[in-house]
């Protein structure tokens, strides 16, 4: 009878146990938003930021990655084009890998490169190929896979290159799709979550705009094509896939300007092209067989002189975001007034702001460290310097700003042209990367690519540190918020 008393006992004690372990993990479970079985997959938590000391940034390295890159004045497509285009990734291992095109044959036979730097080694070129007219993409996938897209002799047809072995071996395929030809650019854009679904786009014409894209489901590993049309030709784009089968992205309106009652230069060589609008589109199912677009207008600009043809860059996006709240930050740069951010949340414009103390705005991205606080990077407007502004210790979203931190990179100088001289682009979640306290990034000066990496926070041993937000840190950031902070989930 002794004995079987110990027995009930220590089995009243495991089941309290076990019934103690379920609890805080359906708790847990509760906080984060997690649901179960297949459910899981298309959940997200979204932490709001909250206020936080900023870091004080240090610029860790800064070396020369190729003098080879194709950048000859008035020659297009330049290496530099494109602020939209994800040029650099970091694996988990530390692996930076990024790409450049140089000359080719011409126009549409731009060839790319893709160079490897593993920790503590120099730059190698491990991968060449045919580009297409425009500089290719690159994304971190899902397990550290690698993913380059590019438009061979630029003949309508999408090449996907990718690795998932750390880049030791590369396999090839197309992506089936009614993509546009005729030997016009792709305007190509690609977006990643963290899941690994990838989206990658392609425009068409000035009038109707045509949308296409292919969407890679990584549960599946199949990719699926679509294809959208708006009024007008949109193009730069920011994609953004989402948690619940759902897609966003920013662009600017691309169009000659008899499209919108305005006359055309007399000048032959002047350009008949004019940007003046920036739209958040949004699909809410891309798993539709007509996958629908929702719009919101962020900023049109009309030209205050509409017969001046050379006014033409007046309104377009530097870089787009989505921060640890699921709220979508729009870096545009107005002609008129200078730079803006606009933020988006469930479907609609909730601030609108003047960054009037930013230099350079032609060139500045946006970002979040570990600890969710803001800042923007760019390029000085002589190209001398790369300037960091944190969020104020107050700032909640980006819009606050600490005084900038300068750092003298004239020995390896950027510049300001637009197309010749591409922005400091570096490892954010939009190309596929955890936040993280030191980031990696390029930026271009015609025929040269350099690269950087700065810590954000300033407490540095000069190695790249962890990349990813914990379930602690997360759970922590609830525990703090709850009285007046919302956790969302998206």
């Known amino acids: 009878m002794a004995q079987l008393k110990i027995s009930h006992k220590s089995a009243i004690i495991l089941i309290a146990s076990v019934l103690s372990l379920v609890a805080i993990v359906v708790l847990a479970m509760y906080l984060l938003g997690i649901k179960p079985s297949s459910e899981t997959a298309s959940s997200h938590p979204f932490v709001t930021p909250r206020a936080s000391a900023p870091g004080k940034p240090e610029l860790i390295k800064l070396e020369q990655v190729t003098d080879q890159a194709f950048g000859d004045e008035d020659t297009y497509v330049p290496n530099s084009w494109g602020a939209h285009k994800d040029r650099i990734i970091r694996t988990s291992k530390g692996d930076l890998f990024t790409t450049y095109t140089s000359q080719g044959d011409d126009q549409t036979d731009r060839v790319w490169h893709l160079m490897h730097k593993a920790p503590n080694k120099g730059w190698q070129e491990i991968q060449s190929g045919n580009a297409g007219t425009e500089p290719i993409n690159i994304v971190l996938g899902k397990e550290d896979s690698i993913h380059l897209f590019a438009w061979p ?23 089936a799709g009614k993509w546009q030809t005729g030997g016009e650019q792709g305007y190509s854009s690609v977006g990643v979550n963290d899941r690994g679904d990838i989206v990658i786009d392609q425009t068409g014409p000035d009038k109707p705009g045509i949308f296409n894209w292919a969407y890679f489901n990584a549960d599946t ?20 896939p989402g948690y619940n089968n759902d897609l966003s992205f920013i662009a ?50 009309k030209p205050q002189d509409p017969n001046n043809a050379e006014d033409h860059d007046l309104v377009y996006v530097t870089d787009s975001y989505v921060d640890t709240a699921g709220r979508m930050h729009i870096l545009y740069l107005n002609e008129y007034d200078g730079l803006h951010q606009a933020i988006v949340e469930g479907g609609k414009i909730v601030k609108d702001v003047a960054m009037p103390n930013v230099d350079f705005g032609q060139k500045v991205r ?45 020995h390896f100088p950027g510049c300001e ?16 990367h955890q936040l993280s306290d030191t980031i990696d990034g390029v930026y271009g000066n015609h025929n040269h690519e350099y690269y950087f990496r700065i810590d954000l926070r300033g407490n540095s041993t000069g190695a790249a540190k962890s990349m990813q937000m914990p379930f602690t840190s997360v759970l922590k950031a609830y525990s703090e918020e709850k009285k007046g902070t919302e956790l969302r989930i998206h």
């Open 221 to 240: 590993n199949k990719w699926t094509f679509h294809s959208n049309t708006l009024d007008f030709r949109y193009t730069y784009a920011f994609l953004f």
């Open 366 to 410: 946006i970002t979040q460290d570990t600890q969710g606080h803001f800042y923007l990077i760019s390029m000085g407007a002589q190209g001398a310097t790369l300037n960091v502004y944190p969020g104020s210790a107050d700032d909640t979203d980006g819009t606050q700003l600490a005084p900038v931190v300068k750092f003298d990179i004239s």
């Open 153 to 175: 002799q630029t003949q309508g047809k999408l090449q996907h290159i990718y690795s998932t072995d750390n880049g030791a071996t590369f396999k090839k395929e197309w992506i």
């Open 417 to 432: 042209d637009y197309d010749f001289c591409h922005s400091p682009t570096f490892t954010v979640p939009r190309n596929g």
């Open 252 to 301: 600017t309106r691309d169009v000659q300007r008899h499209y919108l009652n305005l006359p055309q230069p007399s000048d032959m060589s002047s350009t008949p092209w004019i940007f003046n609008e920036v739209k958040y589109f949004h699909i809410d199912d891309v798993t539709a067989s007509q996958p629908k677009l929702t719009q919101v207008l962020i900023k049109e600009v």
